[in-house]
């Protein structure tokens, strides 16, 4: 089992929708959680995190986490082209400041 | 403000040879971790070093090796390169160890692509 897993993709969906990506973790050690976002050749940049349960909203962009189910999400409303790219759900340890866990992520295609 | 800054940016090397990869934080961070990218798939740790020392290593072989120097740069350094190495080398700051808080936040260069033939 992998310690990071995410939705297999391609997502796709048409601009304007709600697009749901979602991520399961193994360790319950997991302390705090990332979304980052990846285009394609370029490096992740990091969209938000999370590390308490429930809600936390940012713009466009709410994550929610459950730790008691292992879950993370990361919900983009008003989905726009340009937020096509791979996105990546990444979990730190508690005492591991440094080591992110990443998910292998998902693609998310917005289609005008 | 500069972000993290990676060199070089691309480069192509043969098996058996040996690179150096090298990445300057963003100023105040004392914190350089490296992650290895291969196509496909999620960044993997590599290292953590934090004021000078190695904070934290991931399941890699004896190749790889870093260290990081007293204006908190670092380097890369993977010897005896194998055509599995190729991949996109990814060097990320951050402010502190971020061993106590839950908010530490790693901020990526733009990577350095290896590939080795």
């Known amino acids: 089992q992998k310690e990071v897993e995410q939705n297999s993709g391609p997502l796709s969906v048409p601009e304007g929708a709600i697009a749901s990506l979602n991520c399961t973790y193994s360790d319950r050690g997991s302390q705090s959680f990332f979304w980052y976002r990846q285009y394609s050749g370029k490096s992740p940049e990091l969209i938000m995190f999370?590390?308490?349960?429930g809600d936390k909203e940012d713009g466009r962009f709410t994550a929610q986490l459950n730790k008691a189910s292992q879950y993370v999400s990361l919900l983009i409303r008003d989905s726009q082209p340009s937020d096509s790219a791979t996105y990546l759900c990444?979990?730190?340890?508690?005492?591991?400041?440094?080591?992110?866990?990443f998910g292998q992520g998902t693609e998310l295609s917005v289609k005008p | 403000d500069a972000g993290v800054t990676q060199s070089p940016t691309h480069l192509i090397k043969t098996r058996g040879q040996h690179v150096t990869l090298r990445c300057s934080p963003i100023?105040?961070?004392?914190?350089v971790s490296w992650y290895q990218q291969v196509l496909g798939q999620g960044p993997q740790f590599i290292f953590q070093y934090y004021e000078k020392e190695e904070r934290g290593r991931g399941n890699f072989p004896d190749r790889f090796s870093a260290r990081q120097f007293p204006n908190y740069s670092s380097e890369l350094n993977v010897n005896a390169l194998l055509l599995g190495d190729s991949a996109l080398y990814l060097c990320?700051?951050?402010?502190?160890?971020?061993?106590?808080?839950?908010?530490?936040?790693?901020?990526f260069g733009a990577g350095s692509r290896l590939t080795v033939l």
């Open positions: 999370i590390y308490s349960n």
């Open positions: 990444a979990a730190k340890l508690y005492n591991q400041g440094g080591k992110l866990i």
């Open positions: 100023s105040g961070h004392k914190s």
């Open positions: 990320a700051s951050s402010l502190d160890a971020g061993v106590i808080s839950g908010a530490n936040v790693l901020t």
